[in-house]
Nanobody
Framework: QVQLVESGGGLVQAGGSLKLSCAAS????????MGWFRQAPGKEREFVAA???????LYADSVKGRFTISRDNAKNTVYLQMNSLKPEDTAVYYC???????????????????WGQGTQVTVSS
């Protein structure tokens, strides 16, 4: 049974940093693209960042230069380092993975098959 479990969310002041983790279990995701998405109250889910199996990365314009996605294949874990946080970054953050390995990264949620339960990030002004 595949599971993605996010952690690391919390409350932080504007300008602060948080590092989210997404621990995968049930299969080896080292050859899979992985993505981070977020959903704020009353808004649709949006793409944040993605990394492919060769560690190429893709970012939403709104987080480029502030967020960094990375992975540790030995731990089957993907990370999202978030710096210079803004109140508009407040959302539930989800990690996701496609079922098929070897695919390039994608900003489209429907191309991901596995999703975590989410972790809340709240940025106060």
């Amino acid at each position: 049974q595949v599971q993605l479990v996010e952690s690391g969310g919390g409350l932080v002041q504007a300008g602060g940093s948080l590092k989210l983790s997404c621990a995968a279990s049930g299969r080896d995701f080292s050859r899979h693209a992985m993505g981070w998405f977020r959903q704020a109250p009353g808004k649709e889910r949006e793409f944040v960042a993605a990394i492919n199996w060769s560690d190429s990365t893709l970012y939403a314009d709104s987080v480029k230069g502030r967020f960094t996605i990375s992975r540790d294949n030995a731990k089957n874990t993907v990370y999202l380092q978030m710096n210079s946080l803004k109140p508009e970054d407040t959302a539930v953050y989800y990690c996701a993975a496609p079922a098929i390995s070897g695919l390039d990264y994608s900003s489209l949620g429907h191309e991901y098959d596995y999703w975590g339960q989410g972790t809340q990030v709240t940025v106060s002004s």
